[in-house]
């Protein structure tokens, strides 16, 4: 057969999420686009029994087929084939559809449910003829209107202007440009406008830190991996305020210097101007490229595509950022690496830091991991020898770690005090005012009351569609669900007893604006939480203002945790830290140490001495007493000998089947009939499968929930009899049921 009649033949995931499709389709390349199709490709085959035109992804070509294919009508773009590897890899590591992990990796705007962006296009004007040629037309009377001699003028010292600032600057129209045009003087060229987040940012320049000894052998050790593009795996581990961040500074510095890309993550949560402008003050604005949920899809098209064009070679962002399309990668740096945001929490279900580790593999670049609470799995990792540890004990321009006292607030009710403040935090803040010095308070619940309960009957205000309490919001005056997001105005009288004795319990941020308002009425307080940073750069406007303004108490749930620093912050207080304690969480204990030494952190940062306060009912909890003394190595030993004797995670992976159902009786007899499934083909010894149960918050936006928990080591065997169950459901067409695999999950709710 001559090679003209070799029909070539493209295997397609279709883009949808149905799990049905989880699989490859066949289709015939058309010979006008057999050089354009490649393994990546965005195509539109005809699909299904209507032939409708769909998007799909080729992610395999072969010569031939043993079904009867139809071709592919059209090529949209095209990504790498690494980046179909990885889709794979990923699709099979968190048991999901391919397609779910290629969208990972399309420029944003360009994903079905966002609105589609295009290029910014304007038109700018240029001169066409040199001065010469322009004088001698005026002095020959060719140009005769003052107002084209005026313009003509104006563009002679701005050339690439808008008409409009033609307009606003001469007088001039729109028509009179135009008429130049005619008569030769003048072009309008199109012009690709980039819609850059840092555009207005104006930050002066710094210099590299002369690095003490500590940071010196980090970044010796980590540099030579750059220079050999060698991959390892390392964990800064340092002390708040020991400066990591410039050890990151001058490891970029040394990957640009070799003409390599950095990347560079940081949690959602802690995007903060700070850590942004000091990049901006280390390097050129030009080659930095920002990637978060804050920016409008258009913004993070132009991102998205100044780094597909190589412009930008360092990249900041949240954990998508880690999919950006960037080349020759010189470093990776995962920063407060602990952060439960690098995990998703929807479909794919990732763990950024391990697709990090698998693009440092392959790029053979080292990848750092951050923090001063490392994740205990991370820390382990050191012990074993799996990752590199590199310790800054000392913070940075030797301050001494803050002061902490812990307060029994059992002690407190006995003392008479019903107050959120415990008397010894009270007069701190007093202090703190007198001394014009600033002051974080800490808790982590927003909204006023956590819930609504009649005193006669006990009945709870119950969100409609969850069966979860509402949370009262002062400020709107309304019963808010932090789940669904149903609203409804406030009950007064109670719908089962019709008692007036309505009464609001437990405390939020907003509560603790309030009441730090009435108790220091001259002081100056801000909020930062999700319900005060819903606009653009709120976020940011809160800080700078805290900041600048020098407002005396910022009052905040984890938002004010990690990756701020400011010189007047001297005390730091923790309203209830037993919040994170009492959680259907393993980590509960982690979580709780994590929290508090990171808010600790935030205090005596510069030359002024720190204090930080935590009240609690569990005073004599390792947990707390280890972050009182800021000793992490304590809290790890005593972590890992619980974790080691349950056998929970770094000792085993926990795979959650997570099931929600609009129907009762459906969820429980497919929560069933997954459990026999995985009990008769996990071996035993290697895989403990808990019985199926309603999950602790069981229902939500109407839908029941259920899981069933699996504890062991994901093999390849475990892995192919846990997706060959998943097949079995999906064949069995369970229409109101939903089935989804979260591995080593951050929630167990």
Known sequence: MRREEIIMIAEVVINRS???????????????????????????????????????????????????????????????????????????????????????????????????????????????????????????????????????????????????????????????????????????????????????????????????EEQSFAYNKISENIEKNNYEEFLLYGVTGSGKTEVYLQLIEKAINLNKTAIVLVPEISLTPQMIDRFIARFKKEEIAVLHSKLSIG????????????????????????????????????????????????????????????????????????SATPDLTTFYKTQKGKITLLKLTKRANNSNLPHVDIVDLKMELANGNRSMLSYKLHDAIEQNLKDKR???????????????????????????NCNISMTYHRTENKLKCHYCGYEENVVTVCPECHSTKIRYFGTGTQKLEQEINKIFPTASTIRMDIDTVTKKNSHEEILKKFRDENIDILIGTQMVVKGHHFPNVTLVGVIAADSSLNIDDYRANERTFQILTQVAGRAGREKLPGNVIIQTYNPDNFAILCAKQQNYE??????????????????????????NSLLENEIIDVSNKTYQYLKNRLDEQEFNVLKPMPSPIDKIQNRYRWRIIIKGNITEEANKVINDCLKIIYDRNYKNTRVAIDVNPNSML
């Open 18 to 212: 149905a799990k049905k499709l989880n699989r490859t389709f066949d289709y015939k390349i058309p010979n006008d686009l057999e050089e354009l199709v490649i393994i990546g490709s965005s195509v539109l085959v005809p699909f299904g029994k209507s032939g409708v035109l769909t998007e799909g992804y080729v992610v395999g070509i072969k010569e031939e087929t043993e079904y009867e294919a139809k071709e592919i009508s059209k090529i949209n773009y095209n990504l790498t084939e690494k980046q179909i590897d990885l889709a794979k890899w990923m699709a099979n590591r968190y048991f999901c559809n391919v397609s779910d992990c290629i969208k990972q990796m399309l420029t944003p705007g360009t994903k079905s449910k966002e609105n589609t962006v295009q290029e910014k296009i304007i038109n700018v004007v240029y001169l066409k003829k040199n001065t010469e040629e322009l004088q001698f037309d005026i002095e020959m009377g060719k140009i005769k209107s003052e107002k084209q001699k005026k313009i003509l003028q104006f563009l002679k010292n701005n050339e690439g202007v808008t008409i409009s600032d033609i307009e606003l600057y001469t007088g001039g129209s729109r028509a009179i440009v135009k008429t130049l045009e005619k008569n030769g003087y003048v072009e309008i060229v199109e012009k690709k406008l980039e819609r850059n987040p840092l555009a207005n940012k104006q930050i002066e320049k710094t210099t590299n830190l002369k690095l003490t």
């Open 299 to 370: 913004e993070r098209y132009d991102e998205w595509n100044k780094i597909k064009e190589g412009k930008a070679r360092i990249i900041i962002g949240a954990r998508s950022a880690i999919f950006a399309p960037t080349e020759n990668i010189g470093i990776i740096i995962i920063d407060e690496e602990h952060d439960s945001s690098y995990k998703s929490e929807a479909v794919p279900k990732y763990d950024a830091k391990e697709i990090a580790k698998k693009i440092a593999k392959e790029n053979g670049c080292p990848l750092v991991l951050g």
């Open 438 to 464: 600033q002051t974080i308070l800490f808790l982590n619940r927003r909204g006023y009351s956590t819930f609504i309960m009649c005193r006669d009957c006990g009945y709870t205000v119950k969100c409609k």
């Open 634 to 659: 304590m809290f790890y030993n005593t972590e890992i000998a619980l974790r080691k004797q349950l056998k929970y995670p770094p000792f085993c992976d926990i795979i959650l089947i997570g099931f």
